[in-house]
């Protein structure tokens, strides 16, 4: 423990190129539109994979519901957050007299749309992401939940692949591990149809945080521990620079992690809202 008497003098700053995507920002800026107006407003699933925002917009009125819960409701609004959603919850809100508030991502929406027209043809699809993720349940339902979906190609077993495979991604994959399993597929002699369809606001960001990971004697990471996007980033820092620490709130910073006059960087998922990171900023400045 650091001395109360003795301050760290840390330097600190936020990557400005951290914070929410596009997707994000259009999903909670809706809520917080109806919230304001009505006072509450659900939510199917996490609006964001991060809790400490989940917490904030709890505060203000949204109640986060799941699926089963979504059965039973009727006559009221429902926000689809930005991972979207299979073609059975627009069935269910149809039947059950529900306004859904669409705040899916235009890049899911584009992914789940050339994934249903794949399957209208018969290929066979495979989807390279995160098992029981939410946007991996709203590609499978676009193929009546026929598609093959793998997390690790060690999932696969290649010798009884088909010869002919369509392969797809979840949005915020990494570019380099799907280039990666295509060329592994081609290699074992299957004729791939590769789809890289990984948003690129997400992957550019791997380089982005690879640069800024360089210039710190430590680094900060925030994210949701729910966030694959964050996993895969924090890997990133990590990779570049070994004084990387993933943190979830301030309460998680320990003041053994820093020695006087250091730099320290502050960056975060695209689930990672900049209050937060601000917030750990001052803490830190604190020491």
């Known amino acids: 423990m650091v001395p109360a008497y003795k301050t760290l003098n840390l330097k600190v700053e936020i990557d400005q190129n951290s914070g929410f995507c596009f997707g994000v920002v259009y999903a909670i800026e809706m809520a917080e539109e109806i919230l304001d107006e009505q006072g509450y407003l659900y939510c199917l699933g996490d609006i964001v994979h991060n809790d400490e925002e989940v917490k904030r917009l709890e505060s203000k009125g949204l109640k986060i519901i799941d699926h089963e819960f979504l059965k039973s409701l009727t006559d009221e609004k429902v926000l689809i957050r ?7 919850t627009y069935e269910l809100a149809l039947k059950n007299n ?26 066979q699809i495979y989807i390279y992401g995160k098992h029981g993720h939410a946007e991996v349940m709203g590609l499978l339902g676009q193929t009546s939940n026929n598609a093959v979906v793998f997390q690790d190609i060690s999932e696969l077993d290649i010798k009884k692949l088909p010869k002919n495979l369509t392969l797809y991604s979840q949005t915020t994959k990494s570019v380099d591990k799907f280039n990666e399993i295509s060329q592994t597929l081609r290699d074992a002699g299957i004729e791939v149809d590769s789809n890289d369809t990984i948003c690129r606001q997400v992957s550019n960001r791997d380089e982005e945080l690879r640069v800024f990971a360089g210039n710190y004697d430590t680094i900060i990471f925030v994210s949701g521990t729910k966030s694959s996007n964050g996993k895969v980033l924090y890997q990133v820092c990590k990779n570049k620079n070994p004084e990387t620490y993933f943190v979830s709130n301030v309460d998680d910073l320990d003041a053994a992690w820093f020695r006087e006059n250091q730099t320290v960087g502050i960056c975060g998922a695209t689930s990672t809202p900049m209050w937060l990171m601000e917030e750990i900023k001052q803490r830190l400045l604190s020491y």
Do not use: F, T
């Not at 930005?82 to 059975?88: D, I, V």
């Not at 584009?110 to 994934?115: A, D, E, S, T, V």
């Open 82 to 88: 930005a991972h979207g959603e299979p073609p059975s």
């Open 98 to 123: 529900l306004e859904l508030i669409d705040a899916s991502c235009p890049v899911v929406l584009k992914l789940q749309n050339r994934i249903r027209k794949s399957y209208e043809k018969e290929n």
